[in-house]
């Protein structure tokens, strides 16, 4: 049924936005962590998005690649970022080294708001689709009234 | 384009091959009974799963409320469906009995 691939589709995003929410606010809580299980400071967290075409069985699978069908979204993997550890001198700290250094993650507060603002505005995107879509078959049925 | 023709015969005479003779009770897959069992089924369906989908919220298998509400949405929409459809067969039934003979 084509309003429930819609509503499947717009679900998608949602759980995608939410996840993605999820890793924001990793990061936010962990700006100052110096230890982890991996050993060295917290990596900052990303999401990896990826377009999959909605499919339950194998008959959709193949419609969807010969025919330009919606496709939902899904986070394939969630990468670490690689960027350099920030030093900071700070002696007393129990996981200075010799010289008086702590390795700090590398996360910058704006940019993770900046992260979380269009995660929460492409959730309420989503929403919307999914309202209007709704909207629209609720329209139709009013044809027969 | 080719113009669509009208038979009356042929329609009247076709009708007991799809729909079965309900008076001998053979009533063939295709027949306006067995898709309304049918889809009636699937309503019944989304209603489970929305039914299944509030349980798992509410004892927190499911972590994402708006798989919940997806949930709940659809099976309603369905289920307004079906009402409209319930409308219009009882509409047409209401149509014939106020029939003249």
């Known amino acids: ?145 | 384009m080719e113009p669509i023709r009208f038979d009356a015969k042929q329609l009247f005479t076709k009708i007991p091959t799809t729909a079965g003779n309900p008076l001998t009770g053979g009533v063939q897959e295709n027949s306006f009974g067995s898709m309304l069992k049918r889809h009636l089924a699937e309503v019944n369906h989304l209603q489970n799963s929305a039914d299944d989908a509030a349980r798992n919220l509410a004892t927190g298998q499911d972590k994402d409320i708006h798989n919940t509400m997806v949930a709940v949405e659809k099976a309603g929409i369905a289920f307004q469906l079906t009402m409209q459809v319930r409308n219009k067969v009882i509409e047409a039934y209401q149509e014939i009995m106020r029939m003249a003979v």
């Open chain 1, 1 to 145: 049924m084509n309003f429930f691939d819609s509503m499947r589709t717009s679900a998608s995003g949602l759980t995608a936005q939410r996840l993605r929410m999820n890793l924001v606010s990793s990061n936010l809580a962990n700006t100052d962590t110096t230890r982890t299980e991996q050993g060295g400071p917290y990596q900052r967290k990303e999401p990896v998005f990826a377009a999959t075409p909605i499919q339950s069985n194998f008959k959709e699978v193949l419609k969807a690649e010969i025919s330009s069908k919606p496709s939902e979204v899904n986070v394939v993997e969630v990468i670490n970022d690689e960027r350099k550890p920030l030093l900071k001198f700070d002696p007393l700290h129990p996981d200075a080294d010799p010289q008086g250094f702590v390795l700090k993650p590398n996360i910058n507060v704006m940019e993770e708001m900046v992260n979380m603002l269009t995660a929460s505005r492409s959730y309420e995107a989503n929403v919307t689709a999914m309202s209007t879509s709704k909207n629209m078959v609720q329209k139709a049925l009013e044809i027969g009234r």
